[in-house]
């Protein structure tokens, strides 16, 4: 027969029971506004009873009851969702950097717009074009030295800005990396609380909220992922490697590469290896910072470098009102300080590299009237193996022919005929290593196409190739120097400008075309102050001359394509920064339908709890009343 005292204790743990529960509702409640809160419930349990069924039982059938008990308080939580929630920050954070810094290029172009780089080629190209209707006019070639000079001063405005812009980057990312360091101590820091609770038995439910929120922040700046090996050992993986296991934490370090610039270089310090960040803020800013952004100042060196080389080459051919000819436009000074082009690349102190630029041949030559040769031209790729590139040639292709296969077979070279149809090759950008932008890397022909055909190179065959890798290889070139342009220093958008001769004497620019005198084939002689047949040739040259370094298009059509690119660009970052928004609303609020805190449900509950807790107290109360009565009035 169970005691009275036991219904007592019954009665206390119900209360016990439901004020626990009581308990838990109210802090659901008071945390209904935090968004990274889990709500709890408490789970109710049956004690055991006092002993097992058997054949001989005294005192009557039946087990004795003893009551509720609270179990474990659990936390609301599908990790599941998390997981899609962590994918789905990851991607619009990558995108939102990406649309920020997007942005920025676009208002740096500032397109279209009365001060906008193209609005001041476009002035300057129609300089040219009234100057060479007035060559005499002194005020005309006033206006072409100052569309000169906003030139030079946009391109350089520019790429500073661009340059700053790719620095900007840089720091947010070493920011970005600072933080991912701090929040995996954070969570060192907790995963080692939480054991501890979990080693006494406790459920630490809201130590592991706030580690939550700390994964779902991190989730933000790169790609994380969770693994849970047992119920004590909590691991956040980034890039593939560990961060964070239990109590343990590797750190990401950050040095300068010298290979970029000195840009930021991310690496796990526990083994040496390179940090990836495949998704999040950081990829985002890594994405701007060492592809779009210095994409764009390679295109503002292509452009600088390309429209420096186009004018002058054809100034140089004409003649000023002094009869002074062989005088550049634009000023942009090489890097080798050598005029056979010799550099040190490597920078231990010795010339190991011929940086040349452009090569012009010596012949005049017709586009459309069969080679008439036969060989195979060889050129390099601009990758980090200087990937051998070979086109083969026929008699019967004409030079146009032979020019088109060139620049279709992503050789390091572009080819195309200048005003004196004379063949030219130039470098391209170089995708492995920025110090060899603009560089001719190899040119080598087992016929005669390079050689007697067009007058480029001394001599066919092996022997004869030209190899940037060595110094004076100036030496295997027929052209003389005034056909040789010097690969210009680093960033040429950077340092274009006009030449002293220009900047000093407005009539030194070069308007009038000349005559051949002797029939040399060059314009050897001046002729009178009207002349402006040069004039027209440059404006001609700027416009409608592919003569783009690793584009088949003019300067004009160039940029053009930059600023749509910018453009588009752009737009489909916003739009992507919109689609992940709205895929993330939903995910949040699939997330919070399984933890966040309804109000209207915790209140019923409550109702219920207290229901309960005052049920127990009356059972309570009554069986004190039957123990007062046994004890005191029988």
């Not at 810094?101 to 500032?110: A, D, G, K, S, T």
């Not at 590139?389 to 020019?403: A, G």
Request: proline share 2%.
């Amino acid at each position: 027969m169970p005691s009275t005292f036991m219904g007592i204790e019954i009665a206390r743990r119900g209360i016990a029971t439901h004020q626990q529960a009581l308990t838990t509702t109210g802090h659901n409640i008071s945390n209904a506004d935090n968004k990274n809160y889990s709500r709890q419930r408490v789970d109710m349990e049956t004690m055991h009873p006092l002993y097992e069924p058997a054949l001989n039982r005294a005192g009557g059938a039946g087990q004795l009851g003893q009551g509720p008990k609270a179990g474990a308080v659990e936390r609301m939580r599908d990790e599941f969702v998390d997981g899609r929630v962590h994918n789905a920050e990851q991607t619009k954070s990558q995108w939102e950097t990406r649309e920020k810094y997007l942005h920025q290029v676009e208002v740096i172009y500032n397109e279209p717009s009365d001060d906008s780089l193209r609005a001041q080629l476009d002035r300057f190209w129609q300089s040219w074009q009234e100057l060479s209707q007035f060559p005499e006019e002194m005020s005309h070639r006033e206006l072409v030295r100052t569309r000169g000079r906003e030139v030079t001063f946009r391109m350089r405005d520019t790429f500073q800005k661009l340059s700053d812009l790719r620095r900007q980057a840089d720091f947010e990312f070493e920011v970005t990396v600072g933080r991912i360091n701090d929040m995996a101590t954070q969570l060192k820091d907790l995963n080692s609380r939480i054991m501890k609770s979990q080693a006494v038995g406790d459920r630490p439910n809201d130590l592991m909220d706030k580690r939550d929120a700390i994964v779902q922040e991190l989730s933000k700046l790169a790609d994380i992922t969770i693994e849970k090996q047992d119920p004590d050992e909590f691991i956040v993986y980034l890039g593939g490697e560990m961060l964070v296991q239990g109590n343990v934490q590797h750190k990401i370090l950050l040095a300068g590469d010298a290979t970029n610039e000195g840009m930021k270089k991310a690496t796990w310090e526990h083994n040496g290896q390179k940090a990836l960040f495949r998704a999040g803020s950081a990829q985002g800013l890594l994405e701007m910072r060492d592809i779009t952004i210095r994409e764009n100042i390679e295109k503002m060196d292509m452009l600088a470098v390309n429209l420096t080389d186009t004018v002058n080459e054809v100034h140089r051919d004409g003649f000023g009102l002094t009869k002074e000819t062989n005088i550049n436009f634009f000023r942009i000074d090489p890097l080798s300080r050598n005029i056979r082009g010799n550099y040190d690349l490597s920078g231990d102190g010795v010339d190991d590299t011929s940086a040349i630029f452009k090569i012009a041949g010596k012949n005049a030559l017709t586009a459309d009237r069969p080679i008439g040769v036969a060989g195979t031209m060889t050129f390099v790729k601009n990758d980090a193996a200087n990937t051998p590139v070979y086109v083969t040639y026929r008699p019967d292709m004409s030079l146009n022919d032979v020019i088109q296969a060139i620049n279709r077979s992503d050789a390091g070279v572009v080819a195309y005929l200048n005003h004196n149809n004379n063949l030219v090759l130039k470098g391209r950008e170089a995708s492995d290593n920025y110090l060899t932008n603009f560089m001719i890397r190899h040119v080598e022909d087992s016929g005669e196409f390079l050689t007697g055909f067009s007058g480029l190179l001394q001599n066919s065959g092996a022997a004869g190739a030209f190899d940037y890798r060595r110094t004076d290889e100036i030496n295997k070139l027929q052209s003389t120097l005034d056909r040789i342009t010097l690969t210009s220093i680093i960033h040429p958008a950077g340092a274009m400008q006009l030449s002293a001769e220009v900047e000093g004497n407005t009539s030194l620019i070069a308007a009038g075309l000349g005559k051949d005198v002797g029939g040399t084939g060059d314009a050897n002689m001046a002729y009178g102050s009207k002349d402006g047949g040069n004039a027209m040739r440059i404006a001609q040259a700027m416009r409608h001359k592919p003569t783009m370094v690793g584009e088949y298009r003019n300067t004009d059509e160039f940029y053009n394509a930059l600023i749509a690119k910018a453009g588009i660009e752009s737009k489909t970052a916003k739009e992507q920064v919109d689609n992940q928004k709205l895929i993330l609303t939903n995910l949040e609020n699939l997330r919070q339908s399984v933890m966040g805190v309804n109000l209207d449900e915790e209140m019923s509950a409550m109702v219920q709890f207290q229901h309960g807790y005052n049920a127990a107290a009356r059972v309570m109360q009554t069986m004190n009343e039957l123990l007062d009565k046994l004890i005191n009035h029988l």
